[in-house]
């Protein structure tokens, strides 16, 4: 078909466009391994270990937030191995986006893929305020200022280009591990079982030294029990950067979730076991002040904490301004969202896609409601999660031969362990705070009506994620 003829199918429309568009939407291949793609993966989450998980302890005391850890850890594994067949098979910038569309067509990747973008544009927003509330513990201020330098900086060195971000990143991951690992022996002297249980039993059914806040305790801590998890599924997203995505991409995401879990297990235990519950459960820097606390007062290990443990934040932060901007290059380039959005750089870099969220970010960030932010960030990877799963359940049963150089142990079963925790966590999403359920709704009729109204009419066939699309179609028509 020649340039800006269309086709309708399922509902859509697609433009055909020249060469020269792809040209300038291009971005740079081979600049990551699956160590980096590892590194990647624990970058994307290690701030949850210092910041955001400690707000479970006010909706769940320990034991609530502990279930609930073990069931994210067990929802986040099962689909870390998911989507690995998912990311071999399918390696695109798209990820979910694209398994979804491959498995139920432009509506659900559109749907999944909405929701991934609000999951990564909305979560550096949340970050930037725990890193101003570390800041100001250090120096004394923070707030609109310090979350402007960071989100200018870091979206800076992105649009450099990726291979000089991704090792820069790694580093700082490397040191926010060690924070981590500091922390850890330092609170080991001052563990004790009962700080564990230090919160006051209520009178909700069930409520118990355990579980203070009863039964529905773990469900509200949930959402946060996923921050010691959330945004690992990003890693599928550096698939159109990465060397060998069949063998990297399973390789990376495995070995990211191993470290993330060990991370969980180790500041769930000595954090509050060292303080105690009461005493961080609503901190926006709660690794600091659990030191503080611990010890009676500031000391050298909680300022070695607060300086080299800033690198935690940080990492997330920068890692996750890669996520969003990698989404809404493919949405954009695919004709989802509007195409000026993936124009990419000199240096390969989509620098509308790292711009435009970062000030949409910054704006938010002035909010000052980090744990709001979170919820809602969760909320939209635990839509994005169930989508993703039941692609991948669909596409077992849909397309058996497709090629897949990783397939999931146990198949169909293992997603679906991940889809049925996943959707558990949308419920309590909004459980927690019906904002969240409000806010998300809001986000999503907005990006819901555009493509309803206008973009579906102006998909792009070219595009890696909707080629499948024009090959089935060929193949249908040969066999018809």
Do not use: C
């Amino acid at each position: 078909m020649s340039r800006g003829e269309r086709r309708g199918s399922q509902g859509v429309e697609y433009e055909h466009v020249g060469a020269d568009y792809l040209e300038r939407r291009q971005l740079r291949k081979g600049a990551a391994g699956w160590v980096l793609l590892a590194g990647l993966g624990v970058a994307y989450v290690i701030s949850g270990d210092f910041a955001g998980w400690n707000f479970g302890l006010a909706q769940g005391g320990w034991g609530g937030l502990l279930i609930a850890t073990l069931l994210m850890a067990t929802m986040y594994t099962t689909m870390v191995l998911a989507l690995a067949e998912l990311s071999s098979a399918i390696p695109v910038a798209g990820a979910g986006y694209g398994f979804a569309r491959r498995a139920m067509g432009p509506w659900g990747g559109f749907l999944t893929g909405t929701a991934i973008l609000i999951e990564y544009a909305i979560a550096p927003a949340a970050i930037a305020t725990f890193i101003g509330a570390y800041v100001e513990s250090l120096v004394g201020f923070g707030g609109p200022l310090v979350y402007l330098f960071f989100y200018a900086v870091f979206v800076g060195i992105h649009l450099y280009g990726v291979g000089e971000a991704l090792k820069l990143m790694f580093a700082i991951t490397a040191v926010a591990a060690l924070a981590l690992a500091v922390f850890v022996i330092g609170m080991i002297p001052k563990f004790d079982v009962a700080n564990l249980f230090d919160i006051a039993p209520t009178a909700a059914t069930g409520a118990s030294e355990f579980l203070p806040f009863g039964y529905l305790g773990i469900w509200a801590a949930l959402p946060y029990a996923i921050w010691f998890f959330l945004a690992i599924e990003g890693v599928p997203l550096a698939a159109e950067e990465t060397r060998d995505p069949a063998t990297d991409m399973p390789k990376g995401l495995i070995g990211g979730m191993l470290v993330l879990l060990i991370f969980a297990a180790l500041i769930l235990l000595f954090g509050p076991g060292g303080a105690g519950s009461a005493a961080i459960q609503e901190s926006g820097n709660p690794l600091v002040e659990a030191v503080q606390a611990a010890y009676g007062g500031s000391n050298l290990l909680g300022d070695f904490i607060n300086v080299v443990g800033l690198a935690g934040l940080i990492a997330s932060f920068f890692s996750i301004i890669f996520a969003y901007s990698r989404q809404i290059f493919a949405l954009s380039r695919a004709g989802y969202l509007p195409r000026w959005l993936s124009v990419t750089n000199r240096r390969r870099a989509p620098w509308v896609a790292l711009v435009v969220p970062g000030i949409i970010g910054f704006l938010l960030s002035l909010s000052g409601q980090g744990d709001l932010l979170i919820l809602i960030a969760v909320f939209g990877a635990t839509i994005s999660y169930v989508l993703m799963m039941l692609s991948h359940i669909i596409l077992r049963y849909k397309e058996p031969g497709m090629e897949r150089p990783y397939r999931t142990p146990g198949g169909v079963l293992t997603s679906g362990v991940a889809l049925v925790l996943a959707a558990a966590a949308v419920v309590a999403g909004f459980l927690v705070d019906p904002r969240v359920l409000v806010g998300t709704a809001i986000i999503y009729a907005i990006l819901i009506a555009y493509f309803a109204f206008y973009s579906r009419h102006h998909l792009v066939a070219e595009a890696p994620e909707e080629e499948f699309e024009a090959v089935e179609k060929a193949e249908a028509e040969l066999s018809g």
